[in-house]
Nanobody, 121 residues
Framework: QVQLVESGGGLVQPGGSLRLSCAASGSIFRLSQMGWYRQPPGKQRELVASINSVAGTNYADFAKGRFTVTSDNAKKTAYLQMNSLKPEDTAVYYC???????????????WGQGTQVIVSS
């Protein structure tokens, strides 16, 4: 069983910054990709950013220039640095990881429990 534990959410004023962390643990043979989705109130979940060792990073248009996704493979941890936050960034942010349990098993996506980010004055 693989678990993802997120941290770093909270209340921040417009223009402020937050850094989210996501730590994966469990029987992971290969961690091929990690990333973040978010779900604003009353809206569908949407991709924020992802990172993998082959394709590098990928960002949603609203995240480009403001958000940065990084990872520490040794720690199996991904980070999302969010700067210049806007009220419309208010959402529950979910971490995900694509992993496989052995050299022959197919990759699986696991999700974190979500962390609330509120951008408000």
């Amino acid at each position: 069983q693989v678990q993802l534990v997120e941290s770093g959410g909270g209340l921040v004023q417009p223009g402020g910054s937050l850094r989210l962390s996501c730590a994966a643990s469990g029987s992971i043979f290969r961690l091929s990709q990690m990333g973040w989705y978010r779900q604003p109130p009353g809206k569908q979940r949407e991709l924020v950013a992802s990172i993998n060792s082959v394709a590098g990073t990928n960002y949603a248009d609203f995240a480009k220039g403001r958000f940065t996704v990084t990872s520490d493979n040794a720690k199996k941890t991904a980070y999302l640095q969010m700067n210049s936050l806007k009220p419309e960034d208010t959402a529950v942010y979910y971490c995900y990881a694509r992993w496989s349990g052995s050299s022959t098993s197919l990759p699986i996506n696991s999700w974190g429990q979500g962390t609330q980010v509120i951008v408000s004055s």
